[in-house]
């Protein structure tokens, strides 16, 4: 099992920035790669970004790129999503999620956080 615990979330105005976390415990957390999703309400949950298991490769959705990053800490066992000039179509709950592939496909990610709110106000 690895557990998985999101934080950084809140609300914020239109052009701000998050910079979100996620934080691992249980197996080995260079073992997987990590993704960030997102749900508005209503919506399903679309993929954001990926990060590889040695942190060296990224993917992020088109919807957000040139906006958001996504980078690692193998030493603190953590996953940021760094988010700027945040849209009000950003709103969403945000989840990390830990998979054995490097993939965009949200049923391959076997462990997932809870997730954290992240409200833009326009």
């Known amino acids: 099992q690895v557990q998985l615990v999101e934080s950084g979330g809140g609300l914020v105005q239109t052009g701000d920035s998050l910079r979100l976390s996620c934080t691992a415990s249980?197996?080995?957390?260079?073992?997987?790669?990590m993704g960030w999703f997102r749900q508005a309400p209503g919506k399903e949950r679309t993929f954001v970004a990926v990060?590889?298991?040695?942190?060296?490769?990224?993917y992020v959705a088109a919807s957000v790129k040139g906006r958001f990053a996504i980078s690692r800490d193998t030493a603190k066992n953590t996953v940021y999503l760094q988010m700027n000039s945040l849209k009000p179509e950003d709103t969403a709950a945000y989840y990390c999620?830990?998979?054995?592939?490097?993939?965009?496909?949200?049923?391959?990610?076997?462990?997932w956080g809870q997730g954290t709110q992240v409200t833009v106000s326009s």
């Open positions: 990060i590889n298991r040695d942190g060296d490769t990224t």
């Open positions: 999620a830990a998979a054995v592939r490097y993939t965009v496909r949200p049923s391959a990610y076997d462990f």
């Open positions: 249980g197996r080995t957390f260079s073992n997987y790669a």
